[in-house]
């Protein structure tokens, strides 16, 4: 009679967790960002829809591929890379066509990128010095209304409410502006607040640390 294996079974290689679900998901959302790009090329009330819905469906799968990841144990070290990597690329080529189309102002643009690149490179320092800086409420309010307002501004026109029993129509290209500038705020006050955190989390060294 054979005696039971010691050995664990072996963790799955880059390459299958490369075609789990959660990841698939993930290239999705990749895949979908050229598309909105490409359709937004040819800027048309309808092409402006159909962009505003793809865009809207790609973002709503951020919360469906980690959901997804949990629920049937499948968080991996691709996923990790890609997840936040598709949520960037998605802000930075929807801000791309909106700068060629004249509906964001460079500056804005500015903002947001680099606010993504300053919290990316202190939550990497951070991390090399062992401190872990979890996701912060003012940076998930930013992605909110950074999201929406990408959406309204992708869609742009003047949207009737006649259907709905409203005389009237919905400025899209204003309501997404206020939408994006409130995400402007928030972005530089979570970028604060990170600072803050990590400050915090470093302790005593502070006192010791003439940089601070």
């Known amino acids: 009679m054979s005696e039971p294996s010691d050995h664990a079974p072996a963790p799955p290689t880059l390459s299958e967790q490369a075609r789990w679900l959660p990841n698939l998901v993930t290239y999705v959302r990749i895949l979908a960002i050229p598309v909105v790009m490409a359709i937004m090329q040819a800027d048309s009330p309808t092409n402006a829809f159909i962009a505003s819905l793809i865009f ?87 992605t909110g209304f950074q999201m929406a307002g990408l959406w309204a501004l992708l869609v742009h026109y003047d949207v009737s409410l006649a259907p709905f029993g409203v005389a009237t129509s919905l400025p899209m290209h204003g309501l997404g502006t206020v939408l994006l500038l409130v995400s402007v705020l928030l972005s530089l006050l979570s970028a604060a607040d990170y600072f803050r955190a990590f400050i915090r989390a470093r302790g005593p060294q502070n006192a010791a640390d003439p940089a601070l």
Do not use: C, H
């Open 56 to 142: 809207a469906a790609a973002a709503l799968t951020d919360a469906l591929d980690g959901y997804l990841a949990r629920r049937l144990n499948q968080v991996s070290i691709i996923g990790k890379f890609l997840d936040p990597l598709a949520d960037k690329l998605i802000v930075l080529g929807a801000l791309v066509m909106l700068i060629q189309l004249d509906r964001v102002s460079p500056w804005v643009a500015f903002v947001i990128v680099s606010r993504e690149i300053v919290v990316s490179t202190l939550r990497t320092i951070a991390m090399g010095e062992g401190i872990v800086i979890a996701a912060r409420p003012l940076g998930k309010w930013k």
